[in-house]
Each structure stands twice: as structure tokens, then as C-alpha cells.
């Protein structure tokens, strides 16, 4: 079956089923399932050649994949891009993940952009000052940012609410009694870390208070470095009550730190994980600040990416998530004397 036969078939237009087929957000949802299920149940398959010659597109989504040790441990990072999957599925679509050493990233990116074989990329992983961003955004090449940063090129990006989330965590902490609070962040020239960092400083100055500077360890973003960071913490004269571990894959190493130390965890010591840990964790229930859905906030970001092609102006294209906290017994009331 051809595409003017499935047109006829369904009694719409083949612009309309050629949309349909091709992933254009002008196409409503109720008629793209119509037109999948009908190409499903007719067995109509298009001819990948000819359909991107004549679109001028692929229907391929990249990201460039900077090669680091714990990706694909990340369960977090791996929802996120099943939810692209799925969304690209739905509409016929593909991804590629073009895995990179980290020191060649930018010029994949030079490389994808000068032979464009995809329609659009997803760009994690923003820094600070972000090359990635400055370069694409001149480049004309549609792609949705996952994470804000410092470049005022208007493009378009997904983030959770970084600064908001840390503060509801050092407000739960202080609630708690808790005035001596750390901090173990992942590296600093990461936009979201350096985020999260200047809201616990806002935080505590809000209350009146400052974190001693040893109780502040950067640079931890995996298993080992957070466990070393809280054996460092631990280790100081006056440990802090409770301390904040910035990211999830830290959070892992950090609490087996805790653990194997023989600190009773919401009790000599309280402890706030950013996202989710997958972990059996001596049964210990982690509070967490949580980023929800993020299978869902994958689904957004190609939703974004796919308006862009269609041109919506990336300033419009700007979606902050909020964060939650989830209650666990890893907080406690702090002891007094």
C-alpha cells in the first residue's frame, strides 16, 4: 500500500497523512494515532530514502554522548531517555546516542551540524558558559537544551527549578533543627550544581547562617567521590548535623559512607539526596528532593524539539519543572547539647 492509497483509505488528505507519519505537531493527536493505527493495520511501510528526500529531514533526533563511567548505572538518565524513545516511536521517529570522548564533544557536534544527519538534538549535561550552546544557536540546526546556562542566545531549554528545590531542602533541615548543615555538590562548572550551591548559600543566609567551608566538597558526581566527600565530612572536628548531596549517583556513595562508619542516619547524623536512588540501601527510605516524571520530562523535550522544526521561536520554548520534596527517615530532629 502507497501513501495515496492509505490517504484514501482513512478519507483525508496525504498532506494530512504524510504529517501524520512525519511527526508535525500541527497534526492532532487523535488523527496521528489514526493514521499510525491504519498504516499498522494495512501494513504501509514508507520508504525511508524517499521520504526523507522529499521532506528534507531524517527523522532521526541525536545526542551527542560524552563518554563518562557511571551513565549508564544512572537510572534517572535512562528514564529520561526512554520517555524520548517512546515519544519518537509514536511518530515513526528514531534516536541516535553518538557516544564521544569528552574532550572531543564540541567538534562532534561541528561534525553533525555540517553533514546534517538529524533533524534536531538534545543537549544535556549544560555547563556554566556552555561552547555547546554558543555554537549551535548560530548554526540554524533545531535543538532543545537540557538545563539552563549563562549563554543569552535565545534558544530553547527544559530544566527542573534548581534553586527553588535546594531551598525547600535546607528549609526542611531547618525545620528540623538543624543549623549546621554540609553541602556535596557535584563540579562547580556544571550549570545545575553551581545553581544548587548558590541557593543553600541563600538559604542558610536567609536564616541567619553559614556553612563552614569544610563541610562544602565539590566535584563529587559518582559513587566513590561521594563516598570519599562524607568520609571527608565525617572526618572533620565538628561534622555537621545534616548534610545535602546534590546529585543521586553521589547520594549512593555518601550513604554507604554513613553506613560503614556506623552512623545511625536520621539520628547522630540526617541526610538529603537529590533524585531518586534505585539502591537497596540497608532499607532505608532516603528523603529526597525528586525531579518527577522524568520519563515525561524526556517526552517534553522532543515535544519542544519537533514545535522548533516547526517554527516556534526558541524563546518561547523555555519549560521549568518543579521540584518535590519526598519525606523519608533519613531526616531527623536534631539533638540538643
Same mark, same amino acid.
Given at each position: 500500500?502507497n501513501?495515496?492509497?492509505?490517504?484514501?483509505?482513512?478519507?483525508?488528505?496525504?498532506?494530512?497523512?504524510?504529517?501524520?507519519?512525519?511527526?508535525?505537531?500541527?497534526?492532532?493527536?487523535?488523527?496521528?494515532?489514526?493514521?499510525?493505527?491504519?498504516?499498522?493495520?494495512?501494513?504501509?511501510r514508507?520508504?525511508?530514502?524517499?521520504?526523507?528526500?522529499?521532506?528534507?529531514?531524517?527523522?532521526?533526533?541525536?545526542?551527542?554522548?560524552?563518554?563518562?563511567?557511571n551513565?549508564?548505572?544512572?537510572?534517572?538518565?535512562?528514564?529520561?531517555?526512554?520517555?524520548m *524513545? /517512546?515519544? #519518537?516511536e @509514536?511518530?515513526q521517529?528514531?534516536? =541516535?546516542?553518538?557516544?564521544?570522548? !569528552? &574532550?572531543?564533544?564540541?567538534?562532534a557536534?561541528?561534525?553533525?551540524?555540517?553533514?546534517?544527519r538529524?533533524?534536531?538534538?538534545?543537549?544535556?549535561?549544560?555547563?556554566?558558559?556552555?561552547?555547546?550552546?554558543a555554537?549551535?544557536?548560530k548554526q540554524?540546526?533545531?535543538?532543545?537544551?537540557?538545563?539552563?546556562?549563562?549563554?543569552?542566545?535565545?534558544?530553547?531549554?527544559?530544566?527542573?527549578?534548581?534553586?527553588?528545590g535546594?531551598?525547600?531542602? *535546607? /528549609?526542611? #533541615?531547618? @525545620?528540623?533543627?538543624?543549623?549546621? =548543615?554540609?553541602?556535596?555538590?557535584? !563540579? &562547580?562548572?556544571?550549570?545545575?550544581?553551581?545553581?544548587?550551591?548558590?541557593?543553600?548559600?541563600?538559604?542558610?543566609?536567609?536564616?541567619g547562617?553559614?556553612?563552614?567551608?569544610?563541610?562544602?566538597?565539590?566535584?563529587t558526581?559518582?559513587?566513590r567521590?561521594?563516598?570519599?566527600a562524607?568520609?571527608?565530612?565525617?572526618?572533620?572536628?565538628?561534622?555537621?548535623?545534616?548534610?545535602?548531596?546534590?546529585?543521586?549517583?553521589?547520594?549512593?556513595?555518601?550513604?554507604?559512607? #554513613?553506613?560503614?562508619?556506623?552512623?545511625?542516619?536520621?539520628?547522630?547524623?540526617?541526610?538529603?539526596?537529590?533524585?531518586?536512588?534505585?539502591?537497596?540501601?540497608?532499607?532505608?527510605?532516603?528523603?529526597?528532593?525528586d525531579?518527577?516524571?522524568?520519563?515525561?520530562?524526556?517526552?517534553?523535550?522532543?515535544?519542544?524539539?519537533?514545535?522548533?522544526?516547526?517554527?516556534?521561536?526558541?524563546?518561547?520554548?523555555?519549560?521549568?519543572?518543579?521540584?518535590?520534596?519526598?519525606?523519608?527517615?533519613?531526616?531527623?530532629?536534631?539533638?540538643?547539647?
Amino acid at each position: 500500500m502507497n501513501l495515496k492509497s492509505l490517504a484514501q483509505q482513512l478519507g483525508i488528505s496525504e498532506t494530512t497523512v504524510s504529517r501524520a507519519l512525519n511527526g508535525y505537531p500541527e497534526v492532532s493527536e487523535r488523527t496521528r494515532q489514526r493514521v499510525l493505527a491504519a498504516a499498522e493495520e494495512f501494513g504501509y511501510r514508507p520508504n525511508p530514502m524517499a521520504r526523507s528526500l522529499a521532506s528534507g529531514r531524517t527523522n532521526v533526533i541525536g545526542i551527542v554522548h560524552p563518554l563518562f563511567p557511571n551513565d549508564l548505572a544512572d537510572p534517572m538518565f535512562m528514564q529520561i531517555v526512554g520517555g524520548m *524513545v /517512546e515519544a #519518537l516511536e @509514536a511518530r515513526q521517529m528514531d534516536l =541516535i546516542m553518538a557516544p564521544v570522548s !569528552p &574532550l572531543h564533544e564540541l567538534r562532534a557536534y561541528e561534525h553533525i551540524v555540517k553533514e546534517r544527519r538529524v533533524d534536531g538534538l538534545i543537549v544535556g549535561r549544560t555547563h556554566l558558559y556552555d561552547e555547546r550552546i554558543a555554537y549551535l544557536a548560530k548554526q540554524g540546526l533545531p535543538f532543545v537544551a537540557h538545563g539552563r546556562t549563562s549563554i543569552n542566545e535565545p534558544h530553547a531549554w527544559f530544566d527542573y527549578d534548581n534553586e527553588a528545590g535546594m531551598r525547600i531542602a *535546607v /528549609e526542611h #533541615l531547618l @525545620a528540623h533543627g538543624h543549623q549546621r =548543615i554540609g553541602l556535596i555538590s557535584a !563540579p &562547580l562548572d556544571m550549570n545545575f550544581a553551581r545553581q544548587r550551591f548558590a541557593s543553600f548559600g541563600k538559604a542558610l543566609d536567609a536564616a541567619g547562617l553559614k556553612a563552614d567551608p569544610r563541610h562544602l566538597i565539590e566535584n563529587t558526581n559518582d559513587r566513590r567521590s561521594g563516598y570519599l566527600a562524607m568520609q571527608k565530612i565525617l572526618a572533620s572536628d565538628t561534622p555537621p548535623s545534616a548534610v545535602i548531596v546534590d546529585n543521586h549517583m553521589s547520594g549512593v556513595g555518601a550513604m554507604r559512607a #554513613l553506613l560503614d562508619a556506623g552512623v545511625k542516619i536520621g539520628q547522630d547524623m540526617s541526610i538529603i539526596v537529590w533524585g531518586k536512588m534505585e539502591d537497596s540501601l540497608a532499607g532505608y527510605h532516603v528523603t529526597t528532593i525528586d525531579q518527577p516524571h522524568p520519563d515525561l520530562a524526556g517526552a517534553k523535550m522532543i515535544e519542544m524539539l519537533l514545535s522548533l522544526q516547526a517554527g516556534t521561536p526558541p524563546e518561547q520554548l523555555q519549560v521549568l519543572w518543579q521540584p518535590v520534596l519526598v519525606p523519608g527517615e533519613t531526616v531527623g530532629q536534631v539533638k540538643l547539647g
